[in-house]
Each structure stands twice: as C-alpha cells, then as structure tokens.
C-alpha cells in the first residue's frame, strides 16, 4: 500500500508542479497538430495519480496483488487517455486563432528587419488574431530590404523561409519598339 501511495503522491506533486510551471515539465511531449500530447505532463501526472490511487484502493478492498496491478494500469490508462481527449479539446478551441509554422506558407509579411544576403533578418506576420515577429531568410540568399512585402514560402523550426512578392525591376532599359510585345500597330 505505501508503494502505490508513493506513486499517487508523486503524480499530485508532478500535476502541481505542472501547472504551477506550465510546459516546463512536457519534456516527452510530441508535437502535434492540436498542441496536445499524449505524453504531456499532466497526462502523466493524473496517469499516476490514478494508478496510485487505484492500487491504494485495491489493496485496501484485499484484492490479489496482480489483479490490483492490472486494475490500476488499466485505469491509469483510462485517466491518461480521458485527460488527453479533454486537454486535445480545449486547445483546439483556443488554437483557432493561433497560426501554427505549418499554416504560415503562402502568408505575407513585411520585413521589419532587413535580410542581409545569406543571412537572417526579421519578418512581422499580421493576422486575425495579431502580429507575430519572427526570424526569416531569404529563399534564394538575396538580400531583401526593410519595409518590403514577402511571401513566407517554408518554415524550418522557428525560422521563415521567405521570396519576394514582386519582380524586382529590371535594370536594363525596355525597348521603346513594339516588336517585342507580339502586337501589330497600324
């Protein structure tokens, strides 16, 4: 019985620490498309809690030790798997206006920084619901300056990968004949 208070209490202490620190302690945490992981820190902490619990309850009703065991785990999995669900619920309530890496291709920004050739400026995305600034770089390596509009055409880690939105004008002069234009005039 003292084995599986041990586990209950380090599952309370765990979900405690968890919220008071936030995403401190998800170090198993999967990146997923919701924002919720299976193997968050509070999943596992009410997982704990709950086969802790569990086990406390089985020995006390002088259940067999294994079937106390298997009883636990499966509730323990039960729990995990419920707070999952709800915890995946509430963040895909509250992500709507969130804009995830992978949602930001094909988005404009402006540069707030300018890029310099082969290296990383700074972008600022407006959306629905803000601004967010964030490290860019140029997709072909060409510099792109302060104040220019670009399209976000990759994400890696928290870095943009970004191209200009218009041409850039060409230097040489166009021809003032209309030959080129495949029209007739006359």
Do not use: C
């Amino acid at each position: 019985m003292l084995l599986y208070l041990a586990i209950a209490l380090v599952g309370v202490l765990f979900l405690v620490a968890s919220a008071i620190l936030g995403e401190v302690l998800d170090v198993l945490h999967l990146d997923t498309d919701d924002g919720a992981s299976p193997f968050s820190a509070k999943v596992i902490a009410a997982a704990l809690t709950a086969f802790g619990a569990t086990g406390m309850i089985t020995t006390a009703a002088d259940w067999a030790t294994a079937l106390g065991a298997v009883t636990s785990g499966i509730v323990a999995l039960l729990v995990g798997a419920s707070v999952w669900w709800v915890t995946s619920a509430l963040y895909r309530q509250t992500a709507s206006t969130d804009v995830s890496m992978s949602a930001m291709r094909g988005r404009l920004a402006e540069v707030t920084i300018g890029i310099p050739a082969g290296s990383v400026g700074e972008v600022l995305l407006t959306t629905a619901g803000g601004t967010r600034a964030m490290i860019a770089r140029s997709a072909d390596g060409a510099a792109i300056p302060h104040g220019e509009t670009v399209r976000i055409v990759e994400t890696v880690g928290n870095t943009v990968i970004v191209e200009r939105t218009q041409a850039q004008p060409d230097p040489t002069p166009a021809r003032a004949s209309g030959g080129e234009s495949g029209g007739s005039h006359g």
